[in-house]
């Protein structure tokens, strides 16, 4: 077992990274029982919303689409690939862009509507703020049957879902299209030079966790490097000088 450590070399990459990790939070959230997990299902969608308000962040996904149909259309009539797989995936595309298209506003705009979890948002960053006499419809909300506000919870989320589903697409396009290799990082350093003419987004790396190194990562569209930190015993983190480590890499483009 490896862990997997993503780095982007953009913004907008790194908030659809946000994003594929505030929705696999709350998918998660919304199938456990306790109230407590159901609190932080509605903290994560608040924090969806947030992220979600960028003013260019439907264009940016709607032209990433966009260009994604383009390159798909242009492999029509290659004998090495099925038509009907590839009216498949260009259908999915267009589901996709249409959904968000057609979603007026900022994406989940219906829920700034609902008064009541409003009022939730407007305490729920307050430390302590959605205490029982602060909030007592919350309150009840959170003692009513876990299948009820699970319901509630999953009919809310669908008002996001026209951001969630074309992130996820994307994203998995992105990291497809990478190729892995192996590095080594001498003295708990490791940096490598980034071929011209090709802009890669995202950098993916597999670590072993059994050698105890945490990676730091840095890069722009000309070089990357990983320094790998080991943990002392006051938690306190230096560079492992003092071992050459060899782990995976996957630069995505």
């Not at 594929?20 to 969608?45: C, G, K, N, V, W």
Request: glycine letters at 6%; a negative charge; proline letters at 4%.
């Amino acid at each position: 077992m490896v862990i997997l450590y993503e780095y982007p070399f953009n913004e907008r990459i790194r908030t659809y990274l946000r994003l594929e990790h505030l929705f696999r939070r709350l998918a998660e959230l919304i199938l456990r029982s306790h109230p407590l997990d159901h609190h932080y299902a509605i903290q994560t969608m608040f924090e969806i919303m947030d992220v979600g308000a960028r003013s260019d962040l439907k264009t940016e996904i709607l032209k990433d689409l966009d260009k994604h149909k383009q390159l798909y259309n242009s492999y029509r009539g290659n004998p090495a690939i099925s038509e009907a797989a590839l009216d498949q995936f260009i259908a999915r595309l267009d589901t996709c862009f249409s959904a968000l298209h057609e979603d007026a506003g900022k994406v989940g705009h219906a829920l700034m509507d609902n008064e009541w979890l409003m009022s939730v948002r407007s305490r729920i960053t307050i430390p302590g703020g959605t205490c029982e006499f602060d909030l007592p419809a919350y309150h009840d909300w959170q003692h009513r049957p876990a299948e009820q506000r699970q319901q509630e919870l999953t009919t809310w989320t669908q008002e996001l879902a026209s951001l969630a589903e074309p992130v996820q697409l994307l994203m998995a396009l992105l990291r497809e299209n990478g190729l892995p290799q192996k590095v080594m990082a001498s003295n708990g350093q490791f940096q490598q030079n980034l071929p011209q003419g090709k802009t890669y987004q995202l950098l993916r790396l597999w670590l072993d966790p059994n050698l105890g190194l945490i990676p730091e990562i840095s890069g722009n569209r000309l070089m990357f490097s990983v320094r790998l930190l080991q943990r002392g015993s006051e938690g306190r983190l230096s560079l492992a000088t003092d071992q050459n480590t060899e782990f995976e890499v996957t630069l995505c483009a």
